[in-house]
């Protein structure tokens, strides 16, 4: 959720709750971020890009104030939900954006026929489902969807890298599996192979019990993992003394800002 998908949400606000209201009715809006847990960097930019956008339009729209309201989800599928349902019926909220995770936008985007009146811009969830099937008339997405940048990917480590065996990566929920699935649909069309799969749980400390069981001889090992998840394994990947012998490919959130800001000297070249 960075700065250049908060002014899209901008303009989506203005086109959406803009028009045909009285101009001193405020108008509302949560903004689901995970602030604590595995994804707190994350949601700490997610906060700051929000009040960026909105400090750029010194938080005015078509001449009605706007008022936020954040809500932390700790990207928990459960407390998502909780967390949409106190903004709508405590705060009343007209509009909310976000959450971040894969498994929350899918939560959120399935409890959004309950709150029919109010629209749900999903601003970080990249998870392919919450815009590709079931579609409710109140969900928008702002965001890119998880696979979408992994096509290419796949089929670029295939025909340029020349990359033929690979094993892949990622935490167990919604959004690295549809990482590595883009991956793998280009690799394995392209003539490639994957030879092991790794899935950890969400906030994974130690992936000591991992290293061992990689096959020695992949030309790859694919990576989604987000967060302090994706701090840790590159550290310890280094100390195992993995990091000269394997290469990485890294999803999106491997290589994301608030990673390479702490771990970006392990991912160099």
Do not use: C
């Amino acid at each position: 959720m960075k700065r250049s998908l908060t002014i899209g949400f901008v303009v989506l606000l203005v086109a959406l709750l803009g028009a045909g209201v009285l101009a001193a009715e405020p108008i509302r809006v949560g903004v689901l971020v995970p602030q604590t847990g595995a994804f707190a960097g994350l949601g700490a930019d997610g906060v700051e890009g929000v009040k960026l956008a909105f400090e750029e339009i010194n938080y005015e729209i078509a001449g009605r104030p706007v008022q936020l309201f954040f809500e932390d989800t700790a990207a928990d599928p459960t407390l998502a939900v909780q967390k949409t349902q106190r903004l709508v019926e405590r705060e009343k909220v007209q509009l909310i954006l976000g959450p971040l995770s894969g498994g929350s936008g899918l939560a959120v985007k399935e409890f959004a026929p309950r709150v029919p009146d109010v629209t749900i811009i999903v601003a970080g969830s990249a998870s392919e489902d919450i815009t590709m099937r079931g579609v409710y008339p109140n969900v928008f997405r702002s965001s890119y969807s998880g696979a979408q940048v992994m096509f290419d990917l796949g089929r670029y480590a295939y025909e340029e890298l020349g990359l033929r065996r690979i094993a892949t990566l990622g935490e167990d929920y919604a959004f690295p599996h549809t990482q590595i699935g883009g991956f793998i649909a280009a690799f394995l069309l392209a003539g490639g192979e994957v030879a092991e799969r790794f899935w950890v749980p969400m906030g994974t400390t130690d992936f000591s019990s991992i290293f061992p069981r990689i096959p020695r001889d992949i030309d790859a090992m694919v990576v989604t993992l987000g967060g302090t998840d994706a701090i840790n394994f590159l550290q310890q990947f280094d100390e195992y003394g993995l990091r000269d012998e394997i290469t990485i490919i890294a999803g999106s959130t491997t290589v994301d800002a608030t990673i390479l800001e702490t771990a970006g000297h392990l991912v160099e070249g």
